[in-house]
């Protein structure tokens, strides 16, 4: 079974910063490509960040861009997403993901196993 549990999720200001993580069991990450989706009530969900196997690149939405770092860490066998520069609109519960392959991706059919998600609010 492969299980994926993110967390680090919460309320933040705007301008604010926070770092989610996902831990993975079940299965080795080294082989796959990773990635971080959100879903919100006013968003379907929508691709984040990505980061291939070896973390040698790494590709963001346009929103995020600029503001959003997507890291992994093989050997714990975790993913991260640091969030700085907080908006309002960030708000939305974000979803780590496994891929099918090794390289980067960044649609919803290409990732095979999803967490729970995490709640991340940013509000005044």
């Known amino acids: 079974q492969v299980q994926l549990v993110e967390s680090g999720g919460g309320l933040v200001q705007p301008g604010g910063s926070l770092r989610l993580s996902c831990a993975a069991s079940?299965?080795?990450?080294?082989?796959?490509?990773m990635g971080w989706f959100r879903q919100s009530p006013v968003k379907e969900r929508e691709f984040v960040a990505t980061i291939n196997w070896i973390a040698s690149y790494t590709n963001y939405a346009d929103s995020v861009k600029g503001r959003f770092t997507i890291s992994r860490d093989n050997a714990k066998n975790m993913v991260y997403l640091q969030m700085n520069s907080l908006r309002p609109e960030d708000t939305a519960v974000y979803y780590c993901?496994?891929?099918?392959?090794?390289?980067?991706?960044?649609?919803?059919?290409?990732?095979?196993?999803w967490g729970q998600g995490t709640q991340v609010t940013v509000s005044s």
């Open positions: 079940g299965r080795t990450i080294n082989n796959y490509a």
């Open positions: 993901a496994m891929a099918r392959g090794r390289t980067s991706a960044t649609t919803r059919q290409e990732y095979d196993y």
